[in-house]
């Protein structure tokens, strides 16, 4: 069983960073891919980003294409979020994500990914 548990978010102004954390923990050795995902008020869950955490390769949605980058510290069992430039269409509760049972191609749609953590809100003021 993996547990995950965000931190990091806060609230900031237009245009400012942030940088939100996943520590993984339990059986995360058949964990592939691991992914952001955010859902604001009143909207469907959206993925944000994903990464192959053996490969190094990682994939973005186009709204945060060349803001967001997904390192990961795999000694610490821990996944990032960089967030600069941020806007405020991205306010949203972000979630960590990971598919535990080891496939090795993960779609960033949310039905792929089986173990969620409990979320950490990320406010954007104008």
């Known amino acids: 069983q993996v547990q995950l548990v965000e931190s990091g978010g806060g609230s900031v102004q237009a245009g400012g960073s942030l940088r939100l954390s996943c520590v993984a923990s339990?059986?995360?050795?058949?964990?592939?891919?691991m992914a952001w995902f955010r859902q604001a008020p009143g909207k469907e869950r959206e993925g944000v980003a994903h990464?192959?955490?053996?490969?190094?390769?990682?994939d973005y949605a186009d709204s945060v294409k060349g803001r967001f980058t997904i390192p990961q510290d795999n000694a610490k069992n821990t996944l990032y979020l960089q967030m600069n430039s941020l806007k405020p269409e991205d306010t949203a509760m972000y979630y960590c994500?990971?598919?535990?049972?080891?496939?090795?191609?993960?779609?960033?749609?949310?039905?792929?990914?089986?173990?969620w953590g409990q979320g950490t809100q990320v406010t954007v003021s104008s």
């Open positions: 994500a990971t598919d535990s049972r080891g496939f090795v191609r993960v779609p960033l749609e949310r039905y792929a990914y089986n173990v």
């Open positions: 339990g059986y995360t050795y058949r964990s592939v891919y």
């Open positions: 990464i192959n955490t053996r490969t190094g390769s990682a």
